[in-house]
């Protein structure tokens, strides 16, 4: 309705359902065998990904992840500025995933292929492109995959529009993945 501010809901026992909600996701976790979470920890180390960022992806999507889109904005890659820093192409190397490149405009998908170690590469979704540009460009990326077994790596809150245009995983920050552990 006009001036509705889409505040919480204020119908009777939206705090009952929050509390069961909670509680059903609480009893969730340490129904887990044990070595199903070693399996998962290692799993979340082999991506690269911390393990609540993995968790959360395996829990909404109920699959694993295979494949990881990477901006060119999230390897700092542009045109004029080719060099992949030594540490973000050492986590790209050891990573057991298929890895494939967006690059933005202007910077060419060979040009991104072959300064970072990827798999492929692609053009990225064209800047302020529609929604279907954007699921056409996202869905020619992901090669064999399945748009649910595949994470995007990205920079910017345009980058995060194209997860849910091309119904990918999820979406991880560049700052969160290539963060150095202390």
């Known amino acids: 309705m006009i001036g509705h501010n889409n505040g919480p809901t204020m119908e009777p026992g939206q705090s009952w359902r929050n509390h069961c909600w909670g509680a059903a996701r609480k009893a969730l976790m340490p129904h887990l065998p044990i070595e199903v979470l070693r399996g998962r920890l290692k799993r979340a180390a082999e991506l690269g990904l911390d393990y609540s960022t ?3 992806i395996r829990a909404t999507t ?3 992840v295979v494949a990881v889109l990477f901006s060119s904005n ?3 890659l542009r ?6 820093a030594a540490a973000k192409a ?4 050891q990573m057991q995933a298929d890895r494939h490149g967006l690059a933005t405009a202007p910077l060419a998908a060979e040009v991104l292929l072959a300064n970072a170690p990827l798999h492929a590469a692609f053009p990225a979704p064209p800047a ?9 460009a996202i869905r020619a990326a992901l090669g064999p995959h399945l748009p649910d077994q595949t994470i995007l790596v990205g920079a910017y809150s345009a980058e995060a529009e194209w997860c849910a245009a091309g119904r990918l995983a999820g979406y991880v920050p560049a700052e969160s993945f290539f963060r150095v552990a202390p």
């Open 54 to 56: 993995y968790a959360g």
């Open 62 to 64: 109920g699959r694993d």
């Open 74 to 76: 999230a390897l700092d």
């Open 79 to 84: 045109r004029g500025q080719l060099a992949l």
């Open 90 to 93: 050492a986590k790209l190397e």
């Open 128 to 136: 302020f492109a529609g929604f279907g540009a954007q699921r056409t």
